[in-house]
């Protein structure tokens, strides 16, 4: 299986008392898929995974594997920083009938490229899923290079691919250029919306978005016009997630501000997962502002003039 384009790094909707709300999940589900994406990532960073226990993260992926159907791939979030758990969560994973597993280097300790090499073996060897590295060293203090993506790959044949989240896109292009363009089934995202169409015109396969939550015509359309070699569409499509963007300086607390812009298209409970707080009545209208500026139709109004409007066609094809 080819992972590509658009895969949204789907929020976990909670109810008022910060449970998992399974019919709001539902929607937003049915509305991403509905909008024209390519896959799903569940329990990312911003499915909060680090707020639920193993038994609550095991249920979740069984109610969205049997709520896809198969109809776009279904990735997980299993990486942990106790190699048991996300060894387990890996196995639960394939079990369930996930297409593919994203693990994040362990957080908070410091390890060196062996350390990981065998953490990354042992996850890649406990079950035959695809396995993709998830390098984000914002939050865990490890950048993964090329070296040892290579190195992993050689023992383990399942290594398909990386979702690399760094402001510098040169490291996401060494990727590209080190191991997908003699590898051209690895498959490289890019973490960070403002570089998705700079990651498909350097020969990437696409990007996992927090803004692709509420916003999944803007990047179905983007990837779809890069495809037709319409390319000042999908500029203009950038151009409007480039407005998004300012959604990151709102607040440090990022995923509650997601939430909030999901709520504001959908008609869900904006709760983040403890110990994050709703965005502030001040921080809520910037968000909003900000919405409609990029051309955003919010629930019950009808889009604006100039709103990109996706229209889900036949399958995609690849460059």
Do not use: W
Request: with cysteine; glycine share 6%.
């Amino acid at each position: 299986m080819k992972f590509q384009g658009v895969v949204p790094p789907m929020v976990t909707l909670l109810d008022e008392n910060r449970q998992i709300d399974y019919p709001a999940n539902e929607k937003l589900i049915e509305y991403l898929i509905e909008n024209g994406v390519d896959g799903l990532l569940i329990l990312g960073t911003c499915g909060e995974f680090f707020a639920f226990s193993e038994q609550e993260r095991q249920d979740f992926v069984s109610f969205v594997v049997k709520t896809v159907r198969h109809r776009v791939p279904v990735l997980v979030g299993t990486g942990h920083t106790e190699l048991a758990q996300a060894v387990r969560f890996t196995q639960y994973t394939q079990q369930a009938g996930a297409d593919a597993v994203l693990v994040i280097s362990p957080y908070y300790v410091t390890l060196d490229e062996n350390a990981l090499y065998h953490y990354y073996c042992a996850v890649a060897h406990a079950a035959d899923i695809p396995v993709l590295f998830y390098n984000f060293p914002e939050r865990t203090g490890v950048n993964i290079q090329v070296p040892l993506v290579k190195r992993v790959m050689e023992a383990c044949p399942n290594v398909c691919g990386i979702k690399d989240t760094m402001s510098v896109f040169a490291h996401t292009r060494s990727f590209i250029s080190d191991i997908k363009e003699k590898n051209p089934d690895f498959c490289v995202f890019s973490g960070c919306d403002e570089y998705f169409f700079m990651t498909l015109l350097t020969g990437g396969n696409g990007v996992i978005g927090a803004l692709s939550n509420f916003a999944p015509m803007f990047y179905s359309t983007l990837y779809a016009s890069f495809q037709k070699c319409d390319f000042s569409l999908a500029n203009e499509c950038q151009r409007r997630i480039g407005i998004l963007m300012e959604l990151s300086d709102v607040s440090v607390q990022f995923i509650a501000v997601v939430k909030y812009a999901v709520s504001l298209v959908l008609d869900i409970n904006p709760m983040p997962a403890a110990p994050f707080d709703l965005p502030t009545p001040d921080e809520q209208e910037k968000i909003k502002e900000i919405l409609i500026r990029a051309g955003i139709p919010l629930k019950g109004e009808c889009p604006a003039s100039g709103v990109v409007k996706m229209k889900p066609g036949p399958a995609k094809e690849t460059l």
